[in-house]
């Protein structure tokens, strides 16, 4: 049996509960992850109580830095922003801090990595359906200069494992 929550409900399981908790997006890429980030109002206003981590952050960064666009350093910078999102994910860590969590997570394996960096905490899966083709072709489409190749996207289609309770997590969200 699946225990779902709607987020709103979040407040008052905090209130619930002392430990810190780590919320992993799990979502194939354009499926709505890093905009629903953003439009949570009960992460608070200053987002200052949590620790939004990311590869995309870092790869993004550099590309601005470098006069690229992501596509262009992705392959070789991944390995960069995967160790600067793990100290992000060790500082929060040392901090007690919740953490939200922004990949695509659509594997166990994905997620049992996270689950092994967190041991002390309390994982809620927060789940994207797939957008419909067109949609979905519609919002890789509106990222200039982020081109993920049509076989990779189909491939975390096809290979996307449904997030379960047996897994460690507490709580799985649909969004």
Known sequence: MLHLVDVADHIQISANTSMPKCYQLVGVPASGKSTWYHNQSWLGQDKKNHKYVSTDQHVEGHARDQGKTYSEVFEEYMP????QMCVNVNFAAALGLDIVWDQ?????SSRRKKFNMLP?????AVVFRTPDKQEHVRRLDSRPGKVIPDEIIQDM??????????EGFVEIWHA
Do not use: C, G, K, W
């Open 80 to 83: 960069t922003a995967i160790q």
């Open 120 to 124: 002390d905490y309390e994982h809620i």
């Open 157 to 166: 289609i096809d290979r996307f494992e449904m997030p379960t309770l047996e």
């Open 104 to 108: 695509t997570s659509t594997t166990v």
